[in-house]
C-alpha cells in the first residue's frame, strides 16, 4: 500500500521557521520525484517545491524561492521541506506527493501527480 505522511506543520510566528517531512512507503522511492503542494483557505492547491529521488534536482515556486529547501534522504524515503522566513500567506495546509511524471514535476502540477499524503497544517501568526 503507498503511503505518504507528513509531519512537522504548526503555529510559527512570521520570520520563523518549520521543517516538513513526508515519509514515504510501498512504492519504489528512487522512482518517483517527490513534491510539496499546498491549499490555503478558498484557494486551489498549488506547487510549493519537488524534488526528483533519482538525480536530485529541485523546483521551486517563485514564491518559495530563496526561504524553502527541499531535500531528500533516499535512505529513510524521506522528503523534507525547510522553511524558513515565513509569511503569514504560508499558512496552507501542506501536502506531500509522488510522481513518476518528471514533468509534472518541474512544473509543480498537481494533476501530474500519482499519490497523495493526507496534509500537516502550517499557520504562521503576524
Known amino acids: 500500500e503507498v503511503q505518504l505522511v507528513e509531519s512537522g506543520g504548526g503555529l510559527v510566528q512570521a520570520g520563523g521557521s518549520l521543517r516538513l517531512s513526508c515519509a514515504a512507503s510501498?512504492?519504489?522511492?528512487?522512482?518517483?520525484?517527490i513534491g510539496w503542494f499546498r491549499q490555503a483557505p478558498g484557494k486551489e492547491r498549488e506547487g510549493v517545491s519537488c524534488i526528483s529521488s533519482s538525480d536530485g534536482s529541485t523546483y521551486y515556486a517563485d514564491s518559495v524561492k530563496g526561504r524553502f529547501t527541499i531535500s531528500s534522504d533516499n535512505a529513510k524515503n524521506t522528503v523534507y521541506l525547510q522553511m524558513n522566513s515565513l509569511k503569514p500567506e504560508d499558512t496552507a495546509v501542506y501536502y506531500c506527493?509522488?510522481?513518476?511524471?518528471?514533468?509534472?514535476?518541474?512544473?509543480?502540477?498537481?494533476?501530474?501527480?500519482?499519490?497523495w499524503g493526507k496534509g500537516t497544517l502550517v499557520t504562521v501568526s503576524s
Open positions: 506527493a509522488a510522481t513518476t511524471d518528471g514533468y509534472g514535476c518541474y512544473a509543480l502540477a498537481v494533476y501530474g501527480m500519482d499519490y
Open positions: 510501498g512504492f519504489t522511492f528512487d522512482d518517483y520525484a
